[in-house]
């Protein structure tokens, strides 16, 4: 495997573990009604051979009612240290139960439960089982990346 190659899934697989580093928190676009959306979310997890690249989600949100629509989404991650980024091209399949899904959840901190739970600001109690109900595993199918780290010395670049 070309070095670069092996650079980049070494570095996303670094990102799931290190809080700190810039390709931890990526921009996921989706096509929308409106047209293309951005937002940010946290790299939950990588496999490789296929590459697969996961994150967190509420099956509530904008996100997946477009991936519903179109299952097509981009990655951005951008390490501004080493000044790289990442583009990455995919398909996402929204797993809502399995073994998987129960894994993934037993990950989500009792702090985070809220978030997927149904609105109940200023309320102590959150519904443990709405919220997981809600919980979704955004798992992406890798079809492209493309790598570019910006330097003095000549920008680099790999697609693969
Ligand atoms: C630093 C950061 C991390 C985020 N992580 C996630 C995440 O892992 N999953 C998620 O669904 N939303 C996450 N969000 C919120 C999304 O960016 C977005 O606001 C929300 O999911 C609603 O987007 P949508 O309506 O387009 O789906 C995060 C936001 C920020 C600022």
């Not at 921009?27 to 409106?34: D, G, H, K, L, N």
């Not at 996961?54 to 080493?82: H, I, Y």
């Not at 079809?143 to 010395?153: I, K, P, Q």
Request: hydrophobic letters at 40%.
């Amino acid at each position: 495997m070309d070095d670069l190659k092996r650079y980049c899934l070494d570095t996303l697989v670094r990102a799931v573990h290190d809080r700190h580093h810039g390709w931890r928190v990526p921009v996921i676009s989706t096509v929308s009604a409106r047209g293309p959306q951005g937002r940010c979310v946290i790299l939950r997890g990588v496999q490789r051979d296929p590459l697969l690249l996961e994150f967190f989600t509420d099956r509530r949100s904008g996100k997946v009612v477009d991936l519903v629509a179109d299952c097509r989404m981009q990655w951005t991650f951008w390490n501004p240290k080493a000044q790289e980024q990442l583009r990455v091209w995919s398909e996402v399949e929204m797993l809502l139960e399995g073994t998987v899904v129960d894994q993934a959840w037993s990950r989500v901190p009792a702090y985070a439960w809220r978030d997927y739970a149904t609105a109940t600001s200023g309320t102590a109690e959150v519904d443990m089982a709405q919220a997981r109900s809600n919980f979704v595993l955004g798992r992406a199918l890798v079809t492209g990346v493309e790598f570019l780290r910006l330097s003095r010395d000549g920008h680099v670049t790999l697609e693969f």
